[in-house]
């Protein structure tokens, strides 16, 4: 009995030391990702407004369209960053504990690199809930004020934007270019298709306004290709479209690569709701938000044989670069899979996992043949 006393209250005071290692190394994490992610996504901001910076003082709106932009545009450089910042803040915090001997003294005491991996996933995984949160609710409307912004405040907004495409319940319609925050159309063509998917009739008009949620057009032209009948009308109570296409899904329709969200994907994927790009792209999309923990915890995982540094080493050893060129070699990789996805080569959920999972095999070999020396 008062063995197990003995046993229990050990096992009691043996606990603290655990829970206050683990504050520490969360505390110090955190801190140097954040310092990783400040410098990322400055030099990345930079880098933006440099290209920005002309048009927005063209477009006469001084240091406030500046700050808009940069705010704006902030929350999609954050998760570019991300990874990133977690693989050279891990590398940055292990590299340092190793060459100050703090690696060498918490293996005398008993850690092992798996339990000081498990150590360092709390504030990886609070990140990728960061991450996750951000994508899903922030990024998605930052993203869309930003488009409406930017052809809101163009004198020549005709010139700003390109034309571009989409499906609408399985007709085609094409857009010249677009005003107003997407509530002025010009040069619409609706090409309307029946049910097995032929062509039955074509719609062009040379502008449609939004206006109480319907489209309404001027010089409409209108061919039936069932009796060959052409129809032009000059009144503007004519419809392009056969759903509400709102105004925000113009400026998302234009995107090249839009940021969405997970309810939007579903509305394109399972309701009809319009769409430019291909199906397998939003699938792709789908996935990539959920994907971000196993990412991030790769990026741990890459960083992790920094802690076989001999302490005598210095600052000689390549083994923080080897980390570095191997997450960066993941990214890449990453994208080139991904690209696969994104043309339906491979199915959306292969190329999302395919190359997380390949790289924590060979993180996990990296690892094993460090320890075994």
Not at 28 to 42: E, N
Not at 150 to 165: E, I, K, M
Not at 228 to 242: C, G, K, L
Not at 264 to 281: M, V
Request: hydrophobic content about 50%.
């Amino acid at each position: 009995m008062a063995a197990a006393e003995a046993g229990a209250s050990g096992m009691s005071a043996a606990s603290p030391p655990r829970y206050v290692l683990l504050g520490h190394i969360s505390r110090a994490l955190l801190a140097r990702i954040g310092l990783c992610a400040f410098i990322l996504i400055s030099l990345m901001e930079i880098l933006a407004l440099l290209e920005q910076t002309t048009a927005i003082l063209q477009r006469n709106l001084g240091v406030h369209g500046i700050l808009t932009y940069a705010l704006l545009h902030l929350p999609a450089l954050i998760l570019q960053a991300l990874p990133l910042s977690v693989l050279i803040g891990a590398v940055f915090m292990l590299t340092q504990m190793a060459l100050g001997s703090e690696i060498a003294s918490l293996r005398a005491a008993g850690l092992s690199t798996v339990t000081l991996f498990v150590l360092m996933l709390p504030g990886t995984v609070g990140v990728a809930i960061g991450g996750m949160v951000m994508h899903e609710f922030v990024t998605p409307r930052t993203e869309l004020a930003l488009a409406r912004w930017w052809n809101v405040t163009s004198p020549t907004a005709l010139q700003d934007t390109r034309g571009f495409w989409f499906h609408d319940h399985g007709s085609i319609v094409h857009v010249d270019h677009f005003s107003a925050g997407g509530t002025i159309l010009h040069g619409v063509d609706y090409y309307r298709r029946n049910a097995k998917g032929a062509l039955e009739a074509v719609s062009s008009a040379r502008q449609a306004e939004f206006r109480q949620s319907v489209w309404e057009a001027t010089s409409l032209r209108q061919l039936d290709l069932n009796t060959n009948r052409v129809v032009i009308s000059q009144h503007a109570t004519e419809t392009i479209t056969h759903s509400a296409v709102s105004p925000d899904n113009i400026l998302i329709l234009s995107q090249p690569y839009p940021v969405l969200s997970t309810r939007q994907i579903e509305a394109i994927l399972h309701q009809g709701a319009p769409a430019s790009l291909p199906k397998a792209t939003y699938r792709m999309a789908l996935f990539e938000p959920y994907i971000l923990p196993m990412n991030l915890c790769v990026m741990l995982l890459l960083a992790l044989p920094v802690v076989y540094i001999p302490p005598r080493t210095g600052t000689r050893s390549m083994m923080p670069v080897a980390a570095l060129g191997a997450g960066f070699a993941f990214i890449v990789m990453q994208g080139l899979v991904q690209a696969l996805g994104n043309a339906g080569t491979l199915p959306a959920l292969l190329a999302t996992l395919a190359p997380p999972i390949l790289a924590t095999l060979l993180a996990v070999a990296w690892l094993l043949k460090m320890e075994e020396r």
